[in-house]
């Protein structure tokens, strides 16, 4: 009796695409061009997508003309309805070469969300849709950023969402990768747009990429990190304008005696708050950050002193400026938090490397680098895995170029 040969299951691929790579029609075109060769070579794939660019910020000021505040749930079904542009189109192109495909919204696929408006958090995902789709050779055209709460109503995931729900859906489906395609060809040792030696990284430990995201790396969004980890999802940061590997972000990647710097993150348009005269061993600053944290703004910073008097200072964006210093305002009513103070116009500037840090001379190259230049340091803050510090955000340029070169970051 002849054998019959069983052909392995073809690979599935969750693969995102930013809102520079879907951000207008002829850039629709070469994507559903790269799908269709993908599809043709075997390959089975889910594709997320985000509004087209521009998209999202031009729904939020259509919103903002209504209302100033508006309803938390009725902005994220107005900002929602950009992706669904794109998918629809999208899908429209993927036909129109042959293939079957169907756009389908976060609410048909059934991300499942908790009910916190416009930076909802994915909670499950459900499969069975997508996976008999897979089935009949039809490709899922998803709707990133966006999912339904427990009453049906539509949630977002905040800016960058559609990272997350690629991740998540990969995790479901148990992806054999999840590709990330931006406007860049990889992750970078730093931003080529401050120093152009900057290299791309073959790979980086999510320990590391999970840094550099919170402390301002655009290329992936630190919630979509997290969940990768969480979940064991492969994944890999790719251009959709260039072929090449780009970057895969490793599992358990071993630290050694070499441990280096692999990569300088910064966060522009940053301000100081400092509390000088708090008193001494009382809950104000506990109160300060726990009020924070329930509105939703991240405190990037955190340097507290203490003698007669506590002295503390954070950073934070300085679009939250306005809103923070009215928050705190309100608090002083109840709590001693003394003169407020706040000073504009300031950067964070972050190395990242696990392990890196617990080196006494990483630190003293620093602050020796930025000392031969005259840059101030405002604050700092360390840890294993991080070392950032705080100074006028005109000296940006001129400090991540020293440090990049002083680490031999462009020779990587």
């Not at 749930?73 to 107005?78: P, Q, T």
């Not at 048909?108 to 995902?125: D, K, W």
């Not at 859906?169 to 747009?193: F, H, R, S």
Request: proline content about 2%; hydrophobic content about 40%; aromatic content about 6%.
């Amino acid at each position: 009796m002849a054998e019959v040969e069983v052909k392995p299951k073809a690979k599935l691929y969750v693969k995102k695409f930013g809102g520079t790579s879907v951000g207008s029609i002829e850039r629709i075109e070469v994507i559903a061009d790269q799908v269709a060769k993908s599809f043709h070579n075997g390959q089975r794939q889910v594709i997320v997508l985000s509004a087209m660019a521009g998209e999202t910020n031009r729904l939020f000021a259509l919103g903002a003309q209504i209302d100033n505040q508006p309803y938390s749930r009725e902005m994220d079904m107005l900002v929602s309805t950009g992706e669904q542009v794109s998918i629809a189109l999208m899908a429209m192109a993927l036909q129109k070469r042959g293939l079957k495909a169907r756009s389908l919204t976060g609410d048909q696929v059934q991300v499942h969300t908790n009910s916190q408006y416009g930076r909802a958090s994915i909670e499950s995902v459900d499969t069975d849709y997508i996976q008999g789709l897979l089935q009949q050779e039809t490709i899922p055209v998803v709707a990133g950023f966006q999912g339904r709460n427990s009453q049906g109503d539509v949630t977002t995931l905040g800016r960058g969402g559609s990272d997350t729900t690629a991740v998540a859906l990969a995790a479901a489906l148990e992806a054999d990768e999840c590709q990330i395609y931006t406007d860049v060809a990889g992750v970078y040792t730093t931003d080529p747009n401050i120093e152009p030696s900057a290299q791309k990284l073959d790979c980086i430990s999510f320990e590391e990429m999970l840094e550099m995201a919170r402390l301002g790396a655009k290329v992936l969004h630190p919630d979509s990190v997290a969940y990768a980890e969480r979940f064991g999802v492969s994944l890999r940061v790719l251009s959709s304008f260039e072929a090449g590997s780009g970057t895969l972000i490793e599992f358990n990647r071993q630290t050694n005696s070499d441990a280096r710097v692999a990569g300088i993150a910064v966060s522009r348009n940053q301000v100081i708050i400092n509390l000088p005269d708090l008193e001494a061993g009382s809950d104000g600053y506990t109160q300060v950050f726990q009020n924070l944290a329930q509105i939703g703004v991240n405190v990037d910073l955190i340097a507290k002193s203490q003698s007669s008097v506590d002295n503390v200072s954070f950073t934070l964006a300085a679009s939250d400026l306005e809103y923070v210093l009215a928050k705190l305002d309100g608090l002083t009513k109840t709590w001693p938090l003394g003169k407020i103070h706040y000073e504009t116009n300031i950067a964070n500037v972050s190395l990242v490397g696990d392990g890196v840090f617990a080196k006494n001379e990483v630190a003293a190259k620093v602050f020796d680098t930025l000392g031969a230049l005259g840059i101030q340091v405002k604050l700092i803050s360390t840890a294993d895995i991080k070392m950032s510090v705080v100074i006028d955000e005109k000296h940006l340029h001129s400090a991540v170029r020293a440090l990049h070169h002083a680490f031999e970051l462009n020779k990587v």
